[in-house]
C-alpha cells in the first residue's frame, strides 16, 4: 500500500494522496477528520471479514462505526456523488486460481491507482464505478444498482458489447471490488474468450494466410505480459516464435493504431483477472491491519480463564488476558524482553482456579496486580502487546501470500494517561518493533493519531540519532477550511534535523 485518499467520506471532500510509510503520525485539532481517516482502515477490515449484503459494513461494534452511508457520506457533497476511496499500490501476482477468470501475467512491482465508488439506492449500497490506472493503462466500468454494467472502457475507447452477449458486476462478500463477467445472455455462461477471439482475429489477419496452425496465436495471447503499454509491446515484440509476427510488429510503437486496439482488446480480456488481482492484494492488506481504540478496557484484579484461543488482542483490550494466557513459554519469554528492554518493567500472567491475573514486576523485582497500579499501565499494555506480537508472529503464510508479510498497525491517542517519560519510551517502541520486523521479513507500518508533542518530538530526537530515516517518517496535519466545513490534509515530515518541515506556529498553542 502506497497511499489512500478519501472522497466524500465524512470530512472529507478530498483528501488528496495520503502516503503510508514505517510511521505515520496524524496530528491535529479535534474534529479536524485524522481519526475517521485512520478508522476507514478497520472499516474496510470488518467489510471484508464479516458476510455483508453491501460492499461497505458501516457498523461493526467489535471496530467501529461510520454510522450508515446517509452519515458517512460528506454532508456537502452533490447529491449524484458518490464515497470515493482510492488506493495507490505495487500489485503482487495472486496464483489462486478461480475457474472463471483467465491467469494474468503480470510485470513485477507493477504499480496501479484504483478509484471505487460506492453509491446508495433503495438503502443498498453498491459500488457504481471502477477506475483503475495500471501504470499508462486505463480501465473504467460503470455499473447500475443491479450489477449490470453501463460503461466498459479501456483507454478512453468504449467496448461494446455485441448482440447476446451481457456483462455483470457480482459482489462478493468477503471482497472489496466486485467480480466482473462477460457472459451470453441467452444461457447465462461465463463467455471467458470473448475478448481474446477478437484479439485472435485481428492478429490473424496481421498474420495472413500463411499460419496453419492457429493455436500458436493463443500462445501469444495467453503468455502477454501485462503491464504499461510499452511493457505489453515489449512482449509482443519478444515471446512470439511466429516469424512473420514479428517481421510485422517490429516496427510498431504504441501510437501504432494497430498495436493500440490490440492492447485495448487484450487488457479487456484481462480485466477480470486484474481486478480480482487487485482484490486479493487488497484483501490481504486489510485483514492484517490491526486497530486500538482510544479508550482501552480497564484493569480487573482477576479474569476468568477460558479454553478460547485467542489469535489477536482486539481493539479495546478486553481479551489482552486470555491472549497472553495462550502464549507458551518461549513467546512469553521473548514478549518479556521486548516490553522489560523499552519500558523498565516486566508483565507476568498466574493462572489458578479457573481466574488469571495480570501482574507487572518493576524494576527493583517487585511484583504488583495490575489494578494496583497506575491507568496508564492498563492503557498501554495492548499497545505493546500487539507491537511485539506483529513483529514476532510466525503464522504459516498462506500459499498464495509473498514471503514478506506487510502489518500495519492503527493507534488512537496512545499517549492517554502516560506519563510524558513513557509517552517518550512508547514512540521508542515503535521504532524498535518496525527495526525487529523487518529483522523477520515481516514489513511494519504505524498509523498514530496523537495529540502527544512528547511523541512527536522524541520520533525527531530518533531522526538525529539515525534510528529511523526520515524517508520511514510521514506527519500528516488535519485541520478544517476557513469555514469549518472540510477537512484538509497536509503531509510533511522531519529534516535530517529532526525539524518538522513547513511546520504551522503555534500548532500547540490556543489560538486566542
Known amino acids: 500500500m502506497k497511499s489512500i485518499r478519501l472522497k466524500n467520506l465524512r470530512s472529507f471532500k478530498d483528501s488528496g494522496d495520503v502516503p503510508i510509510k514505517d510511521i505515520n503520525l496524524f496530528v491535529g485539532q479535534n474534529s479536524s477528520g485524522k481519526s475517521s481517516f485512520l478508522r476507514t482502515f478497520p472499516l474496510l477490515r470488518q467489510s471484508i471479514l464479516r458476510d455483508t449484503r453491501g460492499p461497505i459494513l458501516w457498523y461493526d461494534d467489535t471496530l467501529v462505526d461510520f454510522g450508515s452511508y446517509a452519515e458517512a457520506k460528506n454532508r456537502y457533497a452533490e447529491k449524484t456523488d458518490g464515497i470515493i476511496i482510492s488506493f495507490k499500490i505495487n500489485i503482487k501476482s495472486n496464483p489462486r486460481r478461480y475457474f472463471f477468470y483467465d491467469s494474468v501475467k503480470l510485470k513485477a512491482d507493477t504499480s496501479a491507482n484504483i ?88 492478429i490473424k489477419g496481421i498474420i495472413g494466410n500463411r499460419l496453419r496452425n492457429e493455436t500458436r496465436i493463443d500462445k501469444i495471447i495467453n503468455d502477454v505480459t501485462i503491464g504499461s503499454k510499452q511493457t505489453v509491446l515489449n ?58 481504540a482510544p479508550i482501552r478496557a480497564k484493569a480487573i484484579r482477576y479474569y476468568r480463564r477460558q479454553d478460547l484461543s485467542v489469535s489477536e488482542v482486539d481493539a479495546y483490550g478486553d481479551n489482552l488476558h486470555m491472549f497472553l494466557d495462550n502464549l507458551n513459554s518461549k513467546q512469553m519469554e521473548s514478549y518479556q524482553a521486548f516490553v522489560k528492554k523499552i519500558f523498565g518493567f516486566t ?45 514476532s508472529s510466525n503464522d504459516k503464510k498462506r500459499y498464495w501470500e509473498s514471503k514478506e508479510k506487510t502489518i500495519t498497525i492503527l493507534i488512537e491517542q496512545p499517549e492517554l494517561h502516560l506519563h510524558p517519560a513513557m509517552q517518550a519510551q512508547l514512540a521508542d517502541a515503535f521504532i524498535y518493533a518496525i527495526e525487529l520486523a523487518k529483522e523477520n521479513q515481516i514489513e511494519l507500518k504505524l498509523i498514530v493519531e496523537t495529540h502527544s508533542s512528547v511523541i512527536i518530538n522524541r520520533i525527531g530526537r530518533r531522526v538525529i540519532d539515525k534510528s529511523i530515516a526520515t524517508e520511514s517518517v510521514n506527519v500528516t496535519l488535519f485541520e478544517l477550511d476557513a469555514e469549518l466545513k472540510n477537512s484538509i490534509v497536509k503531509t510533511t515530515g522531519f529534516n535530517n534535523k529532526g525539524v518538522l518541515i513547513d511546520w504551522p506556529l503555534g500548532f500547540f498553542e490556543p489560538k486566542k
Open 235 to 292: 512482449s509482443l515484440k519478444n515471446q512470439s516464435t511466429i516469424t512473420t509476427w514479428k517481421n510485422k510488429i517490429a516496427s510498431w510503437n504504441i501510437e501504432t493504431p494497430a498495436f493500440i486496439e490490440i492492447n485495448n482488446l487484450l487488457i479487456a480480456n484481462y480485466t477480470s483477472s486484474l481486478l480480482n488481482t487487485i482484490d486479493e492484494n487488497l484483501k490481504t492488506y486489510f485483514e492484517e491491519c490491526k486497530y486500538i
Open 115 to 202: 478509484d471505487i465508488e460506492v453509491f446508495e439506492k433503495a438503502r443498498k449500497n453498491y459500488i457504481g464505478k471502477i477506475a483503475l490506472e495500471l501504470e499508462d493503462q486505463k480501465i473504467l466500468i460503470e455499473a447500475n444498482n443491479t450489477g449490470q454494467v453501463k460503461v466498459f472502457s479501456i483507454n478512453d475507447t468504449n467496448h461494446i458489447f455485441t448482440e447476446g452477449i451481457h456483462s455483470l458486476y457480482k459482489v462478493e462478500s468477503s471482497g472489496i471490488i466486485p467480480m466482473f463477467f462477460v457472459f451470453n445472455k441467452n444461457d447465462k455462461h461465463v463467455n471467458r474468450e470473448y475478448y481474446s477471439i477478437r484479439c485472435k482475429q485481428l
Open 347 to 391: 508483565p507476568l500472567t498466574e493462572s489458578s482456579q479457573g481466574h488469571i491475573t495480570i501482574n507487572v514486576k518493576d524494576e527493583n523485582g517487585e511484583v504488583f496486580n495490575l489494578t494496583d497500579l497506575g491507568f496508564g499501565y492498563s492503557q498501554i499494555l495492548p499497545i505493546i502487546t500487539k507491537l511485539w506480537y506483529a513483529f
